[in-house]
């Protein structure tokens, strides 16, 4: 059993740059991926980003140059580096672990960019 909790959403200017962090509550070593995903109101949730154990990293084109995953295995924990925000990046952001084929999700942390 995983369990996250994600930290860090709020409310941003346009330009401007936040932070997510995405807490483990075991060793994040043992998850073969983490990842973000978000969800807008009336959208379906969608991939942002996502590291493998191997650091190999994926993202969506509408975040590429502008957000960066990372984990911090010391402190069991993922981030989210979100800079020049967008007010399409507006949304709630969720953090997933996949740990043995099964994936486990934090409950969200929301995000809004204003114009």
């Known amino acids: 059993q995983v369990q996250l909790v994600e930290s860090g959403g709020g409310l941003v200017q346009a330009g401007g740059s936040l932070r997510l962090s995405c807490a483990a509550s075991?060793?994040?070593?043992?998850?073969?991926?983490m990842g973000w995903y978000r969800q807008a109101p009336g959208k379906e949730r969608e991939l942002v980003a996502r590291?493998?154990?191997?650091?190999?990293?994926t993202y969506a084109d509408s975040v590429k140059g502008r957000f960066t995953i990372s984990r911090d295995n010391a402190k069991n924990t993922a981030y989210l580096q979100m800079n020049s925000l967008k007010p399409e990046d507006t949304a709630v952001y969720y953090c997933?672990?996949?740990?043995?084929?099964?994936?486990?999700w934090g409950n969200g942390t929301p995000v809004t960019v204003s114009s």
């Open positions: 997933l672990g996949n740990l043995l084929g099964k994936d486990y």
């Open positions: 075991g060793s994040i070593i043992i998850l073969n991926a």
């Open positions: 590291l493998t154990r191997g650091g190999s990293t």
